[in-house]
Nanobody, 124 residues
Framework: EVELVESNGGSVQAGGWLTIFCTTG??????MGWFRQAPGKEREGVAR???????TYLEAVKGRFTISKDNTKNILYLQMNNLQEEDTAIYYC????????????????????WGQGTQVTVSS
């Protein structure tokens, strides 16, 4: 059974940084991504990375967030720098094993598997 587990969420001050992780239980997925959902808002795609290393980012996080994956350990990372209050949300790890190239790679429907989420809170 596929189980994605996020960890290392927490509270930071604005301008700070945080790296969150997602373990896959050993599964090597074709592509993986990070989503976030703030209270009262829809879930939005933050970043996606393919097995070959191609990345896609939400415009609001470009230059501040970096998605990466350790393909030997099958761990997904999201390095978040210069965090702002609007980055506060529950962050979810997601995985896709279809091998497809999506025209809108940051939409939730392009992923099959989801983690339970980890809370990231940014305060001023």
């Amino acid at each position: 059974e596929v189980e994605l587990v996020e960890s290392n969420g927490g509270s930071v001050q604005a301008g700070g940084w945080l790296t969150i992780f997602c373990t896959t239980g050993g599964y090597d997925f074709y592509s993986m991504g990070w989503f976030r959902q703030a209270p009262g808002k829809e879930r939005e795609g933050v970043a996606r990375i393919t097995r070959g290393g191609r990345t896609t980012y939400l415009e609001a996080v470009k230059g501040r967030f970096t998605i990466s994956k350790d393909n030997t350990k099958n761990i997904l990372y999201l390095q978040m720098n210069n965090l702002q209050e609007e980055d506060t949300a529950i962050y979810y790890c997601a995985a896709d094993d279809t091998g497809r190239t999506w025209s809108n790679p940051l939409t939730p429907g392009t992923f099959t598997y989801w983690g339970q989420g980890t809370q990231v809170t940014v305060s001023s």
